[in-house]
């Protein structure tokens, strides 16, 4: 096969022409293409990998003993490479990753860590050095996950980052820096989320989602909420949820009841649809807009049915 590529004078290519080519190859390629012969090997080790829109990064410990393996999961593209070792063969690991390219661009990664050790932080950091990184996304479910991602996002200072937590750190969230989105998620049903914690990470947070936790407002609370997300300048979206009686008290304060039709003028806000009884729950749902935020309420019931609805507010259109 070296003969073949020899005689075609792939090898005396222009260096330009080169790089442009190993940046357009998949992950697989490249691993097969190390193989054909050394002076391929070398040429594989000493690319860039080019542009991927989607990587992923798992490490999950075996046990709870410092000496316990991992699994170590890590794909780009279509691509997965998995792991099981011990934490004396992560030089394996890093020697196989730094034969298959000197740099790479990555759009999104997301990183599963679960209550990873300093060992397995350092394998990690040198595993993704000279990885270009557009935006980050950590998930947490513990404190330790919480500095571990913040170790890494250390690294990445221009970069994107989103959080989805599994657990309420509460006063650890008012910390945090400005992100992307912030996803605080509840598995174990139903608890009320401080208002005034959630209100300033409105203020503090560019796209916040709470999901199992609801939030008590007040109509001026709601108010203020509007305000700061119709006065930004970038792309915001908030979503959480409201207790039934909180989300009706709320808009029958705007003049806005189950009788108000779509295209109604109710003070600042137009109606832009109205469904009171949507089958098969007897749920409602009702959208409008004031000219600069959207507003989305769903699964909610005029009657004042036991739920939680969700409600949306961005300062762009809602589908």
Not at 105 to 111: A, W
Not at 251 to 277: Q, V
Request: glycine share 6%; with cysteine; hydrophobic share 40%.
């Amino acid at each position: 096969s070296f003969s073949f590529y020899r005689s075609m004078g792939i090898f005396s290519l222009p260096d330009v022409f080169m790089r442009k080519l190993m940046r357009t190859m998949e992950i697989g390629d490249r691993l097969s293409l190390r193989l054909t012969c050394r002076a391929f090997e070398q040429i594989v080790a000493d690319s860039h990998a080019g542009y991927f829109e989607n990587g992923y990064m798992e490490l999950f410990r075996e046990g709870v003993e410092e000496e316990i393996g991992v699994n170590f999961t890590f794909s780009i593209g279509e691509r997965f490479l998995a792991f099981e070792m011990a934490e004396d063969e992560f030089e394996k690991c890093l020697n196989l990753r730094h034969r298959l390219f000197n740099g790479i661009s990555i759009g999104s990664v997301n990183f599963e860590l679960p209550n990873a050790l300093p060992i397995h932080m350092d394998f990690i950091r040198e595993f993704i050095n000279k990885f270009e990184i557009k935006e980050l996304h950590f998930y947490m479910s513990i404190d330790r996950d919480l500095e571990n991602a913040l170790q890494l996002l250390s690294h990445y200072p221009t970069s994107a980052c989103l959080m989805s937590f599994w657990y309420l750190p509460a006063l650890r969230l008012l910390t945090l820096p400005p992100l992307e989105r912030l996803f605080v998620h509840n598995i174990e049903g139903s608890s009320l989320f401080s208002t005034e914690l959630f209100v300033r990470l409105v203020e503090t947070q560019k796209n916040l989602e709470i999901v199992g936790h609801h939030v008590l407002l007040s109509t001026n609370e709601f108010q203020r909420i509007i305000r700061a997300i119709s006065e930004d300048n970038r792309k915001r979206k908030i979503v959480l949820e409201l207790l039934c009686s909180n989300v009706v008290s709320i808009l029958r304060d705007r003049g806005i009841s189950e009788n108000s039709k779509d295209g109604d003028i109710c003070g600042d806000f137009t109606i832009a649809y109205n469904e009171p009884h949507t089958a098969p729950n007897n749920r409602s749902q009702l959208k409008m807009s004031d000219g600069k935020c959207v507003l989305l309420f769903v699964n909610f019931s005029w009657t004042g049915l036991a739920c939680r609805p969700s409600v949306s507010i961005s300062n762009f259109p809602i589908v």
